[in-house]
């Protein structure tokens, strides 16, 4: 690391030091410590996954507002799971209880097996993927490269926004590549975990064995490689292993909430590799294949739906398939639970605190009340540009989405441009700020918020 990173990270401590008790002080900053730096960019390495959850709602302002301070702009922080360097360190338990709620163990093995073995679900082969317009090509795509890989389309992008099927269709080029040759060795990550373990190897010193490991794979799927935003070291990488693997004439299959030259400061030469084959997006599916799919969803599970129950749920699930089948699990749970058919009746009282609560508020909704508040553009919301007149309304919106939809902040998120749940967090945290301190924005807010669910 180098000592000017150093350097800004001892600056950033001292000044959070003053700022929280030193038993805080000690259990969560002391061990963070800065893996990658860009302009205006910093990635944290953390002991373990809890950390950032635990960072993220006690302390991020906190962190957020040193790091600006230092930098002398906004940065964009984000974390990665990074244990070796800390293995040294004897964790203090006793710190770790008084943080009560913390339940998950810190990794102790740091072993980095990249071919460990797949971990594919059973039911995300082509047979239970429904296909209908919206995801027909991508869908074609992923057959087409199954049966010949690396001979058709190389790499395949898949883009689309959450709980579209992205990770079901890249795992069903894996199940179908395995079915007809077994001896096929796939690297198929998570862009996180690939993150992660080049990371370990980096401060294990074996970077040159994890480079060989990963270029000798004959296929190599990368799930939200959008994850790659902001991590200019391990794009690098990324970028060398992808040269070697696709001179090879090897497969690569990428999937990405955004198209590639969307994903945040991702380098242009990347950018244009990952358009040199097939970029196939999945758009949100029409009502029919709504329909289609949350009858799929029960068949899969031994029981079936009732035609106007699946066209119930098509109408009021529209643009995520991931809550589609949560609904359709709800109802099944729900019939065999007081022990009757699936109809009408069972599935609104299933759906009753999901569905009823008055008019469900969309992202779209959130989205179109603050463009007509503020006067901008939907590009504005989407753009990266700080300038006061486009950030704040951005931030706004986050908070609304917040407040109104049932949406995750990864969905907010990615609706907004593809950042990510960091920025979300922060921007509900400061609005929440804005609204106590400041009265015109606090009536503001109201009004929009009175707006969306009231349609007043
Ligand atoms: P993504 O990776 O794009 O966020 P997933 O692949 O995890 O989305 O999909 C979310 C859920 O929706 C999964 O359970 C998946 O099986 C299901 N799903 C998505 N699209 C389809 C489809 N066309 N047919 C059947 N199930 C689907
Ligand atoms: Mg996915």
Redesign the pocket.
């Known amino acids: 690391m180098p000592q000017q990173t150093q350097q800004v990270w001892e600056e950033t401590l001292s000044k959070i030091q003053g700022r929280v008790s030193g038993r805080q002080f000690e259990t969560w900053f002391r061990r963070m410590h800065p893996v990658d730096i860009g302009a205006d960019s910093l990635v944290l390495g953390i002991p373990a996954a809890f950390y950032r959850e635990w960072i993220e709602k006690h302390y991020l302002t906190i962190l957020q507002q040193a790091l600006n301070e230092t930098f002398g702009r906004d940065v964009k922080i984000s974390f990665v799971v990074d244990a070796p360097q800390h293995k040294q360190l004897s964790f203090d338990w006793q710190a770790r209880s008084h943080e009560s709620a913390l339940q998950q163990e810190a990794p102790l093995t740091t072993e980095i097996d990249i071919f460990e073995p797949l971990q594919l ?1 059973d ?2 082969v082509f047979e ?5 317009p ?2 027909r090509l991508a ?1 074609a795509a992923a057959v087409a490269v199954s049966e010949s890989p690396g001979r058709t389309y190389n790499p395949l992008f898949i883009q ?12 069903a080029i894996c199940h179908a590549v395995r079915r007809r040759d077994p001896s096929v060795r796939i690297l198929m990550l998570p862009c996180e975990a690939f993150v992660n373990k080049f990371i370990a190897a980096v401060q294990q010193g074996s970077t040159m064995d994890f480079r060989n490991r990963c270029r000798s794979a004959d296929m190599l799927v990368i ?2 490689i959008h994850f790659l935003a902001n991590k200019e070291r391990t794009q690098e990488e990324f970028f060398h292993t992808f040269n070697a693997l696709y001179n090879a004439q090897k497969q690569i299959v990428l ?1 990405s ?1 955004c198209a590639p030259h969307e994903i945040p400061t991702l380098e242009e030469r990347v950018v244009s590799r990952f358009k040199w084959g097939m970029v196939a997006n ?1 758009e949100p ?1 029409c009502f029919e ?1 709504r329909a ?2 949350a009858r ?2 029960a068949h899969e599970r031994g029981r079936e739906l009732p035609n106007e129950v699946a066209l119930y749920l098509a109408e009021n699930i529209e643009t ?3 809550e ?2 949560g609904a359709v699990v709800k109802i099944i749970g729900y019939a065999s639970l007081i022990n009757k058919e699936i109809s009408m009746e069972t599935a609104k009282e299933a759906l009753r605190d999901v569905l009823q609560r008055g008019r469900r508020v969309r992202m779209e909704d959130v989205r179109n009340a603050v463009l007509e508040y503020y006067k901008i553009k939907p590009s504005d919301l989407k753009s990266r540009s700080r300038s006061k007149s486009v950030a704040f309304p951005r931030q706004v919106c986050m908070y609304l989405a917040r407040k109104h939809t049932n949406c995750s902040l990864e969905e907010i998120g990615s609706f907004l441009g593809g950042r990510d749940h960091t920025t979300v967090l922060y921007a509900e945290e400061k609005i929440s700020q804005e609204y106590q301190k400041n009265p015109q924005v606090k009536h503001d807010i109201n009004l929009l918020s009175k707006k969306l669910t009231q349609g007043a």
Do not use: C, M, W
């Open positions: 679900n039911k995300y239970d993927f429904v296909v209908g919206s995801n869908h689309g926004s959450v709980g579209l099927g992205k990770t079901h269709l890249l795992q799930d939200d999937s909430d999945i599916p294949t289609a799919i799929k969803k995520n398939i991931r589609l089948e």
